[in-house]
């Protein structure tokens, strides 16, 4: 029983990680491509198709007992 709710706080920090990573990276286009208009359209695009993949991301991996648990620090 303990293996198992470790490895549940394992899972919940890799996607907390990989959301944070996608954050960041988005944020690292934003500030490269800012500089010029051809690509900051072009980053404009990836930060939109990058933002709709994460929250479809967060909706498929994290369940709601999840999202209590992580609420709750329980």
Known sequence: MIETAHKEVILMDNQIAGVVAVFVAMVT???HCSFSDKWAKIAGFI???VTVA???WLLLLIDRSNIYL???NR
Do not use: D, E, M, S
Request: proline letters at 0%; aromatic letters at 8%.
């Open 70 to 72: 992580f609420l709750t």
């Open 54 to 56: 994460a929250i479809v």
């Open 47 to 49: 930060q939109k198709v």
């Open 29 to 31: 286009i934003a500030v």
